[in-house]
């Protein structure tokens, strides 16, 4: 993962640097450094922890720079430290260089580098690509990195300074992004369009093995045959002013903001009269809908939670077959597409690498991608035949919690579609369509029991396992419920069918192994009410979710959250957002890092 980001240019370096990579935060953030040249020397500086101490220790040691490339941290090869942390140097110290991605094949480079007499200050696969430019370099620096790119196996992006060219960056981009972004007299480079855009809309992407070579008031782009014409790019999305507003963190922002999310990413997404769903930004041509046959989504992390709800929709209510895989599994299989197969990428992000490789794959056998995402001009819309943007807002907090709604409210309008293109009739397509116009009172409703649950939430802050559990629409809400506990407080809690428990989960069971009882689903309530009487006869606490106007669970639960009524194909949506405020109040109970939780990095650009 990790967030690099350059600048040069006529403002102030190092602030502009070190702002910048606060914007990149959330690709990493276990150490960070700064690096850059100033009197014909390079100058660098090194911390771990979180940026601000990066800033801070950048301030002591009043570090000034004409130019400066910077990195934020998320640890591959070797731990969190002032070592490892980059920008890292070659041994003459003529160069310094940050890079975001993983270089595969590093031990050979290394072992053939220590036998010409480099010795190795750090554990990272990023210091040998500094040690071998170092020792490559024969006073031409472009054809150095040419030279170089094809014996640097696995991916890259690079930002990177040498002393025999101030005031240049060369930039190079490999399975890994980078967007460079030119404004008047200075330019900007980046893992993330985000973190300039406030200075700067014009961007240059980087495609696999292009070299940038940056000043501030000319961009040159070379492939590894010679300069070439590359096109610039307009921003377009507005930028979001980012701040916490009067929340505590950006976590409980996001998950309170749900609301709004849902009605923004309906908002003239429907058709009434029709009962059916209509997207301005779909460029699939009507009959290539119509010809589909099956639908593969793929996904990672939450994004596979909301990917396993739109595959219930799609084959509930448009009767497509349709499964979803998990893009680091899909990737190595060598998968059987067939013809009229249409993939659905998710991602938030956009920049997830083992979605984007899935998404190469799939492109290779010759289907269509359709990408669901959050982040306009991301790698992933760039790959895909077209997208359907979440309009979620920047999402910070590293947990995804607004996301996953936009994504599901996304996946609920595209299969209506589909639906109504097939099977369904208008009215049934109305009546999808009012409960999906219901569901931002419905949320606003579990959000005012906020009090409520964190009530619950302190009572069972301190068991160290968990279940949730679920049937039909709650099994994937089952695992994103488990799946937020653990990554924001580092409770052991596992999501399954609830059907499955007795296939052995349930030895785990017993008075310390409470279970979140996913009850929303109306069609299959009995059958879970009789899975958790086998949990209750085995001591386990039980923590119920249901709606209103079902009984049953009351009997036999310990404690009781209700949502409002709605649809079983919707329940998912505020049923999530009880398991969020759960996971948030039990993390803070914890005295957990809320917004950024230990080991984990919001964009994973990495295998
Ligand atoms: C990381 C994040 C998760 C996210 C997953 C997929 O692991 O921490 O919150 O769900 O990546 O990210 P994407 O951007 O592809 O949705």
């Known amino acids: 993962m990790c967030g690099i980001f350059g600048y040069t240019g006529k403002r102030n370096s190092v602030e502009t640097v070190l702002k910048g990579l606060k914007k990149l935060e959330y690709r990493g953030y276990d150490s960070a450094g700064i690096a850059g040249l100033h009197t014909g020397e390079i100058v660098s500086c090194k911390e771990v922890g979180k940026i601000a101490a990066l800033e801070k220790l950048v301030h002591e040691e009043k570090i000034e720079l004409d130019l400066a490339i910077a ?16 920008p890292h140097l070659d041994q003459g110290r003529t160069l310094a260089l940050v890079h975001n991605g993983i270089i595969e094949n590093h031990d050979s480079l290394r072992i053939s580098l220590e036998k010409q007499g480099i010795h190795f200050v750090s554990e990272t696969d990023t210091e040998v690509i500094a040690q071998l430019l170092g020792v490559m370099y024969q006073g031409d620096f472009l054809a150095t990195l040419r030279e170089a790119i094809p014996l640097l196996k696995g991916a890259f992006a690079l930002a990177i300074i040498h002393k025999d060219y101030p005031g240049q960056i060369f930039a190079i981009a490999h399975e890994s992004p980078l967007v460079i972004g030119i404004g008047h007299g200075e330019a900007f480079v980046s893992s993330d369009s985000n973190a300039f855009a406030a200075h700067t809309r014009e961007v240059v992407f980087l495609a696999n093995s292009e070299i940038a070579v940056i000043k501030s008031d000319s961009l040159q782009i070379f492939d590894l ?24 963190h950006y976590t409980l922002k996001e998950i309170f903001e749900q609301p709004r999310v849902i009605r923004q990413a309906l908002l003239s997404r429907f058709l009434e009269e029709y009962g059916t769903a209509t997207f301005e930004e779909l460029n699939l041509d009507v009959n290539s809908l119509l010809s589909v046959q099956r639908i593969l989504i793929l996904a990672c992390g939450t994004s596979l939670h909301s990917g396993l709800i739109g595959a219930s929709l799609l084959e509930d209510q448009a009767r497509i ?12 299989k060598n998968p059987i597409v067939p013809p009229d197969t249409l993939v659905i990428a998710i991602s938030q992000s956009g920049e997830t690498a083992d ?5 190469k794959e799939v492109k290779a056998k010759g289907a269509k991608v359709l990408a669901i995402c959050n982040v306009y001009g991301s790698t992933l819309t760039r790959e895909a035949d077209s997208t359907l943007y979440l309009r979620a807002g920047p999402e910070i907090g590293v947990c995804s919690t607004k996301a996953y709604t936009s994504q599901v409210i996304v996946l609920a309008l595209f299969s209506l579609m589909m639906a109504r293109m097939r099977h369904m009739n208008k009215y049934e397509g109305q009546e999808f369509l009012n409960a999906l116009k219901a569901l931002p009172d419905v949320v606003q409703a579990v959000l005012d029991k906020a009090p409520e649950i964190e009530k619950i939430a302190k009572k069972y802050a301190h068991y160290e396992n968990f279940f949730f559990i679920g049937r039909r629409y709650m099994y994937p809400s089952s695992l994103e419920g488990a799946l937020k506990l653990k990554e924001i407080s580092y409770i052991n809690a596992n999501g399954y069918a609830a059907g499955e428990m007795k296939h052995g989960p349930i030895a785990l069971i017993n008075a310390d192994c409470p279970t979140v009882a996913l009850g929303a689903n109306s069609d299959t309530l009995d059958k879970l009410e009789s899975n958790l009487r086998e949990v209750a006869a085995r001591d386990g606490k039980i923590i119920a979710i249901i709606k209103e ?12 959250i209700t949502i409002p009524d709605t649809i079983d194909e919707l329940a998912t949506v505020p049923v999530t957002v009880v398991t969020q405020l759960l996971a948030y109040y039990i993390a803070i109970e914890r005295g957990a890092d809320i917004d950024q939780p230990r080991n984990l990095a919001k964009s994973v650009t990495v295998e």
Do not use: C
């Open 71 to 86: 990195q934020t941290r998320w640890a591959t090869h070797g731990k969190p430290s002032v070592v490892n942390a980059h």
């Open 225 to 248: 045959m010679g300069e070439i014409d590359k096109e610039t790019h307009q921003l377009t999305e507005e930028i979001q002013e980012i701040s916490k507003g009067d929340y505590e």
């Open 321 to 332: 077959l349709t499964y979803t895989d998990i893009s680091s599994e899909f990737r190595y």
């Open 355 to 359: 979605t984007i490789a899935a998404v």
């Open 549 to 560: 106007s079902d009984r049953g669970l009351e009997k036999i639960a310990n404690d009781v």
